[in-house]
């Protein structure tokens, strides 16, 4: 412990980055759990989908059509705010967000949440996830 302290007399910049690198790591860890919490891996969405759970893909209109999880609604994350109202009845449903790889479904999800949809969860790793699990993709 002395030298501990000797060294942080002798260098105060490295020890201050020491302590500015560890506490980036740890907000950063912080924020990634934070974001985590919603997500379910694709095997509970099958789960989910079997008790009647919605599934909102919030890509563009294109994505969507050149592959989506069969049984999906098409409502881009652009034009949620608007197409919220013609999710009504799901609000007390499950519904499940998912994007190509997660990051934009858990904005999507946040905005149903607000919006006052209760069970709203993100597919983690988005459809990138689902097709490395080789789970089926149907195409318009």
């Not at 759990?33 to 969405?45: F, L, T, Y």
């Not at 998912?98 to 905005?111: D, Q, T």
Request: a positive charge; charged letters at 20%.
């Amino acid at each position: 412990m002395q030298r501990l302290l000797e060294y942080t007399a002798h260098h105060p910049s490295l020890a201050l980055f020491a302590v500015a690198a560890a506490l980036a790591v740890l907000v950063y860890e912080l924020r990634e759990r934070a974001r985590g919490v919603g997500a379910v891996g694709a095997q509970d969405v099958v789960r989910l989908m079997n008790q009647g759970a919605l599934l909102l893909d919030v890509r563009s209109a294109e994505d969507y059509a050149a592959g989506h999880i069969r049984g999906a609604r098409s409502l881009p994350a652009a034009q949620l705010a608007d197409g919220v109202d013609t999710l009504k009845r799901y609000k007390d449903k499950p519904v499940i967000v998912y994007c190509e790889r997660g990051v934009s479904a858990s904005g999507a999800m946040r905005a149903l949440a607000q919006a006052g949809f209760g069970q709203v969860v993100n597919l983690r790793g988005g459809l990138r996830a689902w097709r490395a699990e080789h789970l089926p993709v149907a195409r318009d």
